[in-house]
């Protein structure tokens, strides 16, 4: 059952309603009543808050409400505990709801999981219940629109996320939590905190519902202006619309009809007051700016063609082909780059800051931390101090530096990739804890101009490095600074070459793109290498980096830009920062072990027509994840396409997992001897298992390097394909881990061993365009690529625990 199949009850009825009704009516129970006792669980807490929210409210569409209530409460407890006895409550599937159709029913499933609620976050659900009871006036049906409950408890499942400073919330009846939700929101907003992004979809419902805000008007034009325009299709009044026909010729092998015309149809572009009104309705309704200002572009045809060609991407394929070539030719010559600052304007520009006079020592001091930080100058104007490492904050705002008198470090928030999907928290127990920010060392050259700034004392460490009232005239200073400098030395040194001269030395040559990103990025670099989404740094590894980079960078100051506090003496610990996917290597071991006792469980049986099945998919799921975890496996197809893919002789594998239209992104990987013995255990076990199939089951050889066994308890037995879905089925009793997990792992692990960049990225299939390993341009000889790499993995492989193992025959 969904929302719009519960009738709305009139404010006016006077008949009391019963309490299953009640119940229905407030959690939008699906027809199976799946899993209802979990989920009456969770809301009997819930429904017990509001009794004191009616209390309080006099308006008589709750009066139904008001009187049901006590009896509704009643009725979950009897649900809960199995007493109820109607029958009509016994779920009759285990399939578990759906979240688009049944939002609040499957939404309070998942809240009752997690059990992340606060009590204020109770009394607040509690509101949205007595709101989702009154329903929405000015909708179709005067029910609260399916999409707006999906946004409210999708913020409830991810409660989280703003699960601080709700005491400010009045939750006493239904007004006052809108209004006081409206003004923590509006407060927010000032600071610019995200949360206010989750606050929003809670007061839009609680304002449909109290008719304080509206729905979304959507429609253009009035069936009058339909009726006036009707036959004039070119002269669409005020359709929001422009109309082009365009004349199509006829193509070889194209049945179309000739002159056949194509309407295009493009958005009018908003000037700036609609824009901001856009903008601002968007941000009212709790919807993105998108959907009002986004400039949208269709065609349609009035007949669509008979017959289409054999390949239409030609003309595509060439046209990419076009780009790539540009880009490839802009990789080769990134270091000439007239954006780049040369040895001597580096030179200038330390000697001009260190030898600033006092009244531009503030801006010089604000240059400093742009070239040592990489962010832009507005952003080292926000800079923050703090005395003690524990006042750092966890996160902190986007692109804001905080400096830390203790253990002298500097934190910043590095860009990263948005991630969508919530991890589970038993997912979370296997898998690496990461930081969203990164904390590298203050350097002795900015350590002095700090004390010269601050005093020595470590208790004036507090608020703002910069005042707000400086702002506008440290600008102007750094601004008449460089103007000196170019005039008497003739540098050309600006705040944007500045900020990005760190960055270009973490990434040119033979360094590293996504450390680069990490330590000095920013918003739009971290689009620049697809490295990014897998790897998970050592904050040691990045501070390492940061040091040599700047060594490179100034090598004639070599003495300002050593750390004020060695590595050794911080006080810091071996965080993680970046993919949050990365498994802990104790979970590998354990995956490995649990699998190996799983086959030599099913060894123990007699084989027979039966227990194949069994034995054969153990050993095979084993040697599926040996190939993850040695390759980096994608979790796009098959982990192998065909059995020549592999050269036992030459110990090489080819890797087809994800390709463009050119297979640009192809790769070889080199096997360790490890991998190798066992690959001959699997041959021999395949070759006795097709035999024995073809004995008791009658199936031929299909050719496949890898299958599956259906079991006996599924069907007879068939062979099985193994794709993503089959292996994860497999794989689900033991773990469940993307199947990815293994190139979040390697990437990481590769970095972490200081392997060249250059050949991590040849191994996970990771290059940007013009730095392609086997290339016309590349210099990676195969040779030093096996020669570099395969002491790395065999050292990875014996600490997972990925052991030779024999198998049938």
Not at 292 to 310: D, E, I, L, V
Not at 539 to 551: F, H, K
Not at 694 to 700: I, S, T
Request: neutral net charge; hydrophobic residues 40%; charged residues 25%.
């Amino acid at each position: 059952m969904v929302m719009s199949d519960i009738r709305n009850l009139s404010y006016a009825s006077t008949q009391l309603i019963s309490p299953a009704q009640t119940l229905r009516q407030l959690i939008s129970p699906p027809e199976t009543h799946s899993q209802i006792r979990a989920v009456v669980r969770t809301f009997l807490p819930i429904a017990e808050r509001m009794p004191s929210i009616l209390a309080e409210d006099n308006n008589p569409a709750l009066e139904d409400l008001r009187a049901a209530l006590p009896s509704m409460v009643s009725l979950c407890r009897a649900i809960d505990n199995g007493t109820e006895a109607s029958g009509s409550w016994r779920p009759s599937s285990d399939e578990r709801p759906k979240l688009t159709p049944y939002p609040i029913y499957a939404g309070l499933l998942k809240i009752g999981e997690q059990k992340t609620l606060s009590t204020e976050q109770e009394r607040i659900l509690a509101n949205i219940f007595v709101a989702i009871w009154m329903g929405v006036p000015g909708s179709d049906d005067g029910r609260v629109p399916l999409s707006n409950l999906q946004h409210v408890f999708l913020e409830f499942r991810r409660s989280h996320l703003w699960e601080n400073g709700l005491e400010v919330i009045d939750t006493s009846q239904l007004r006052t939590c809108y209004v006081s939700l409206k003004k923590h929101e509006q407060g927010l907003k000032e600071r610019n905190d995200m949360v206010a992004e989750h606050i929003a979809p809670i007061r839009r419902l609680l304002g449909l519902s109290l008719e304080i805000e509206t729905l979304i008007e959507r429609r253009e034009r009035n069936e009058d202006k339909q009726a006036d325009n009707e036959g004039d299709p070119e002269n669409p009044g005020d359709n929001p619309f422009e109309m082009e026909c365009i004349q199509v010729e006829p193509e070889d092998a194209d049945n179309s009809e000739p002159g056949e015309a194509i309407a295009c149809f493009t958005a009018q572009i908003l000037d700036d007051v609609d824009q901001l009104k856009a903008y601002q309705t968007a941000v009212q309704n709790a919807v993105p700016s998108d959907d009002f200002g986004h400039r949208a572009q269709f065609a349609t045809s009035a007949k669509s063609s008979t017959r289409r060609k054999a390949w239409e991407g030609k003309q595509s394929v060439a046209r990419d082909r076009s780009k790539s070539n540009h880009m490839r030719r802009a990789a080769q010559t990134l270091p000439n780059k007239w954006d780049r600052l040369s040895e001597y304007d580096l030179y200038v520009f330390w000697q001009t800051i260190t030898l600033a006079e006092e009244d531009e020592f503030q801006a010089a001091l604000a240059l400093l931390l742009v070239a040592l930080t990489g962010k832009s100058l507005d952003e080292v104007l926000d800079t923050q101090l703090k005395q003690k490492l524990l006042d750092l904050p966890d996160s902190g705002r986007a692109g804001r530096i905080y400096l830390c008198h203790e253990s002298a470090v500097l934190q910043v928030l590095p860009p990263q990739p948005e991630r969508k999907s919530q991890i589970e928290p038993e997912l979370q127990l296997l898998l690496v804890r990461t930081v969203p920010s990164i904390r590298l060392p203050i350097v002795k050259g900015l350590w002095r101009a700090l004390e010269r700034q601050i005093g020595p004392s470590s208790s004036a460490w507090r608020g703002a490095l910069f005042k707000n009232c400086d702002r506008a005239t440290i600008i102007e200073q750094a601004k008449a600074l460089l103007s000196r400098v170019k005039k008497e030395c003739d540098a050309g040194i600006t705040p944007k070459r500045i900020q990005r001269a760190l960055f270009h030395r973490l990434a040119d040559g033979s360094g590293d793109i996504v450390h680069a990103i990490l330590i000095a990025g920013d918003e739009k670099d971290k689009k620049l290498h697809s490295g990014i989404n897998y790897h998970c740094a050592h904050e040691s590894d990045l501070c390492e980096a940061y040091l040599i980079a700047l060594s490179r960078l100034l090598p004639e100051f070599q003495a300002d830009l050593v750390p004020t506090v060695t590595l050794t003496q911080s006080k810091q610990t071996q965080r993680r920062i970046g993919s949050p996917y990365c498994p802990k290597l104790e979970t590998i071991r354990r995956l490995s072990d649990e699998l190996k006792s799983r086959f030599e469980i099913e060894m123990r049986q007699p084989i027979g027509k039966l227990t194949l099945p069994y034995i054969h998919n153990a050993y095979t799921l084993y040697t599926v994840l040996l190939v993850i975890f040695a390759t980096g496996y994608r979790s796009v197809k098959a982990p192998l396409s065909r059995i020549t893919d592999v050269d036992v002789n030459r110990g090489y594998m080819v890797i087809a997992d994800k390709e463009s239209d050119d297979w640009s992104h192809s790769r070889v990987v080199p096997l360790t001897d490890n991998f190798l013995s066992h690959w001959a255990h699997y041959l021999r076990h395949r070759h006795h298992v097709v035999r024995l199939m073809k004995a008791y089951l009658g199936e031929p050889d299909l050719g496949h390097v890898f299958f599956f066994l259906s079991t006996p308890d599924e069907r007879s037995p068939r062979p099985k394909a193994v794709i993503p879905a089959e292996i994860k089925n497999e794989l689900s009793p033991f773990s469940g881990m993307p199947l990815n997990v293994g190139r979040h792992y390697l990437r990481s692990e590769f970095a972490h061993q200081k392997l060249p960049a250059s050949v991590i990225d040849a191994f996970m299939g990771h290059w940007v365009a013009g730095r392609e390993p086997m290339g016309r341009f590349s210099t990676l000889a195969p040779s030093e690529y096996r020669a570099m790499l395969l002491p790395a993995l065999e050292a990875i492989q014996a600490e997972m625990g990925w052991t030779p193992v024999r198998g049938l025959g």
